[in-house]
């Protein structure tokens, strides 16, 4: 099909959607909105890939989160190859979301950078990019850093960060080496990020919305949906002081791009 708005990163396939879920896709079809439904473990890719398997303006994600490499206490969660293997198609378009997350202690750095890494190699061997998750400790960009330092020894992996809030010098790296940043709901009530949407060149920004969390103004505060993209989407063009629907083409040609839909 084809599409003018896409959220490049939500996960439809989560129990928050269980009532309406399919009401927001048939929602999503008359306006001509597509989405990447996100997986985060196994059960998530799965159903990740069987929902964009039943419909035209949904594709896929597979792979397994930082925060969840402890498959239960004392026993490490490894890349199970064979399984994901198993979940390919061609509307799988990434694997992720994938990457270091040291916000919330404990957290083992080395048995995520393992994960990483493995999910690296998968993305390599099946010429897919990643969709990166990376969220530093508090004050720090010790998450960017270290993934960033990882990718410097791929070189011919891409991919984006999702839900970007490194500073304008990590930015800068990650577009050096070739990869998107995607923003999300916080950018439409923090101005934190301002200078460094503006710093991105036009071909390496997109907009998301990790729903159901972190929902734009004025849904604050409520249950996310991949509807609400374009609320971050025109936030982002304002920022940047470029025309909304301009952006919005543009960052779509970006998305088929990356992604390769
Ligand atoms: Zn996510």
């Known amino acids: 099909m084809t599409f003018k708005h896409i959220d490049i990163h939500s996960h439809l396939n989560f129990s928050q959607f269980d009532e309406d879920r399919e009401a927001i896709i048939a929602e999503m079809k008359d306006i001509g909105m597509a989405t990447i439904c996100v997986g985060t473990d196994k059960k998530t890719s799965a159903e990740s890939v069987e929902l964009a398997a039943q419909h035209d303006n949904i594709y896929a994600t597979v792979g397994i989160h930082p925060t969840h490499i402890e498959e239960s206490e004392g026993k490490w969660e490894v890349f199970d190859e064979a399984y994901y293997e198993s979940l390919l ?64 020894g791929s070189p011919d992996v ?49 907009a998301e919305t990790d729903a159901p969390f972190a929902a734009p103004v004025p849904h604050r505060g409520k249950r996310n949906s991949p509807l609400f ?30 992604f390769g839909l």
């Open 229 to 258: 993209v374009t609320f971050v989407s025109d936030r982002l063009a304002d920022i940047r002081g470029e025309d909304r629907e301009a952006f919005r083409a543009q960052t779509l040609e970006n998305a088929k791009r990356v």
């Open 158 to 206: 891409k991919g984006n960060f999702h839900f970007f809030v490194g500073d304008t010098s990590i930015a800068e790296r990650a577009v050096e080496k070739g990869f998107t940043l995607s923003f999300d709901g916080p950018i439409t009530f923090a101005s934190d990020y301002d200078e460094t949407i503006k710093s991105i060149p036009a071909d390496m920004i997109m």
């Open 89 to 152: 198609s061609p509307k799988v378009v990434a694997v992720g979301e994938c990457g270091l997350d040291y916000f919330r202690p404990p957290f083992n750095k080395e048995k995520q950078k393992e994960l990483f890494i493995q999910q690296i190699q998968f993305a390599q061997k099946h010429q897919l990019p990643l969709m990166l998750h990376c969220r530093s400790s508090k004050g720090t960009q010790d998450a960017y850093e270290d993934a960033l330092d990882i990718l410097a």
